[in-house]
T-cell receptor, first 110, second 115 residues
Framework: KNEVEQSPQNLTAQEGEFITINCSYS?????LHWLQQHPGGGIVSLFM???GKKKHGRLIATINIQEKHSSLHITASHPRDSAVYIC????????????FGQGTRLTINP | KAGVTQTPRYLIKTRGQQVTLSCSPI?????VSWYQQTPGQGLQFLFE???????NKGNFPGRFSGRQFSNSRSEMNVSTLELGDSALYLC??????????????FGEGSRLTVL
């Protein structure tokens, strides 16, 4: 079993829909990261969180440390949100020693 | 402020050769980490450097090595290339030290093809 599991692996939705991507982990962490990767490869960090909830524009990320679970929500989704979303955890023994989920490929149709 | 710069962006090598990839972090960032991305294995951690010292190493063979210079620029080297080393190699920098978690800023990556 992978240390970081994401669901779903693929998600297709219509423009305007509310999107939720889930991430569960089984190791001790110092922080959890949500990353976005567009075709071509470049990765952008969306959120880094160790507790509670963060919001940036239409994106919201939450984490429940006791349940070892995090969610990424996208409100009013748009075709430009189409990308691969990756959950990664920073291990306690090394902040940049990330363990990655397998990613969720999101496609938003107009 | 310039972002994380990786060079070269694309390169093709043949089996048995060696390759050196470079990463220039954001000015002021002293932590640099490297990751490998392949279709089969996804993203995997390679190394983490802070102040010219390797803080952590991932589960890769000794053919993979790296270093960090006094100006925080980092290089990684892969010797005796194998077909399976074909991948996107990503570098990230952070202002935080290796023991504190800071936001990571990624470069565009170096795409290596081994023939």
């Amino acid at each position: 079993k992978n240390e970081v599991e994401q669901s779903p692996q693929n998600l297709t939705a219509q423009e305007g829909e509310f999107i939720t991507i889930n991430c569960s982990y089984s190791v001790g962490i110092s922080a959890l990261h949500w990353l976005q990767q567009h075709p071509g490869g470049g990765i952008v960090s969306l959120f880094m969180l160790s507790s509670g909830k963060k919001k940036h524009g239409r994106l919201i990320a939450t984490i429940n440390i006791q349940e070892k679970h995090s969610s990424l929500h996208i409100t009013a989704s748009h075709p430009r949100d189409s990308a691969v979303y990756i959950c990664a955890v920073s291990l306690r023994q090394g902040a940049q020693k990330l363990v990655f989920g397998q990613g969720t490929r999101l496609t938003i149709n107009p | 402020k310039a972002g994380v710069t990786q060079t070269p962006r694309y390169l093709i090598k043949t089996r048995g050769q060696q390759v050196t990839l470079s990463c220039s972090p954001i000015s002021g960032h002293r932590s640099v980490s490297w990751y490998q991305q392949t279709p089969g294995q996804g993203l995997q951690f390679l190394f983490e450097y802070f102040s010219e010292t390797q803080r952590n190493k991932g589960n890769f063979p000794g053919r993979f090595s790296g270093r960090q210079f006094s100006n925080s620029r980092s290089e990684m080297n892969v010797s005796t290339l194998e077909l399976g080393d074909s991948a996107l190699y990503l570098c990230a920098s952070s202002v935080k030290t290796g023991s504190e978690t800071g936001e990571l800023f990624f470069g565009e990556g170096s795409r290596l093809t081994v023939l």
